[in-house]
Nanobody
Framework: QVQLVESGGGSVQSGGSLRLSCVAS????????VDWFRQAPGKEVEEVSC?????????YYSDSAKGRFTISRDSAKNTVHLVMTNLKPEDTGVYYC???????????????RGQGTQVTVSA
């Protein structure tokens, strides 16, 4: 089974940037599409972005993420990154990475989710 661990969260002011990382162990993450979700207090879980396998090359961004967030892979480190720029207070929440991705291509089994990393954006 794949284990996922997120890191890179923190507290930033509006307009700041963060790079989240999702490191996998147990299996090659390249075989899976990877989702980034966020859970804000009192709100439903939102799928922010996903990335397909390196062979498929597909990505997805929510409307709120388009133009500000970039998802990428570092296959050598078995990691997926989410670079978030021009952060806004409404980006505050716990960010999780998960497999398999809902919208992006990859293996369909082996469901796993990390423990999350907190992002707090102050005005």
């Amino acid at each position: 089974q794949v284990q996922l661990v997120e890191s890179g969260g923190g507290s930033v002011q509006s307009g700041g940037s963060l790079r989240l990382s999702c490191v996998a162990s147990g299996e090659r993450l390249d075989y899976y599409g990877v989702d980034w979700f966020r859970q804000a207090p009192g709100k439903e879980v939102e799928e922010v972005s996903c990335i397909g396998t390196p062979w498929d090359g597909d990505t997805y961004y929510s409307d709120s993420a388009k133009g500000r967030f970039t998802i990428s892979r570092d296959s050598a480190k078995n990691t997926v990154h989410l670079v978030m720029t021009n952060l806004k207070p409404e980006d505050t929440g716990v960010y999780y990475c998960a497999i398999p991705a809902r919208r992006c291509l990859g293996l369909s089994g082996g469901a796993s989710r990390g423990q999350g990393t907190q992002v707090t954006v102050s005005a």
